[in-house]
């Protein structure tokens, strides 16, 4: 019983191309989270979503843009990939203020 | 800029040793949360504790919270090898709905 998973694991691409990552919790949690881990293990929060409010971290690139089709999923797209896309991608999930549950990650090369 | 800071970046111990790392952070919170990463792997929460609260327990961890000086501290005791990992610390900032982590720091236990 996966709590939260993400699909790919592993997503080799191209420069310019467009790409999707997918996450599904099951918990039953109000808000989903993707965040972005560095070669440095940095880990930068992208995106916040609930059923009522998108919150987006200003840092973060139109290029990319959250998409939840209902509750228990929150995907990732991103437009016109560049090298300083390549990274390791995670997906989380939670209740107001309380502690996150995380996917597996997706890793993420550009070429 | 991140909101916390771990302190040290590395460390490495003996089994059976103690680990202490140091977390710094910038706002007011309403919470603070550790995590661990081993390699590859996403964030597996360990403990949360609320700005309310100065010292918390979970088997062999121990968090402080010292809301004057807005850091945080998480000790390890009995170090065991399988505690090899990454440690972050992650604050909500204040707002309840994004979470900003820290840089991490490497833990090494040596058998």
């Known amino acids: 019983d996966t709590a939260v998973s993400q699909t790919p694991k592993y997503l080799v691409t191209q420069m310019g191309n467009d790409k999707s990552i997918k996450c599904e919790q099951n918990l039953g949690h109000d808000t989903m989270y993707w965040y972005k881990q560095d070669s440095k293990k940095f880990l930068k929060i992208m995106f916040s979503y609930n059923n009522k409010e998108l919150i987006i971290n200003e840092t973060v690139p139109n290029r990319f843009s959250p998409k939840s089709p209902d509750k228990a999923h929150l995907n990732l797209h991103i437009n016109s990939l560049e090298l300083g896309d390549s990274a390791v991608y995670f997906c989380?999930?939670?209740?107001?203020?309380?502690?996150?549950?995380f996917g597996p990650g997706t890793r993420l090369t550009v070429l | 800029s991140q909101q916390g800071e771990e302190d040290p970046q590395a460390l490495s111990i003996q089994e059976g040793e103690n680990a202490t790392m140091n977390c710094s952070y910038k706002?007011?919170?309403?919470?603070l949360q550790w995590y661990r990463q081993n390699s590859g792997r996403g964030l597996v929460h360990l403990i949360l504790i609320r700005s309310n609260e100065r010292e918390k327990h979970s088997g062999r961890l121990r968090v402080t919270l010292d809301t004057s000086k807005k850091s945080s501290s998480l000790l390890i005791t009995a170090s065991r090898a399988a505690d090899t990992a990454s440690y972050f610390c992650?604050?909500?900032?204040?707002?309840?709905?994004?979470?900003?982590f820290g840089t991490g720091t490497s833990l090494t236990v040596i058998p």
């Open positions: 989380a999930s939670s209740q107001p203020l309380r502690e996150q549950f």
């Open positions: 992650a604050t909500d900032a204040g707002t309840g709905n994004q979470f900003y």
């Open positions: 706002t007011s919170i309403n919470n």
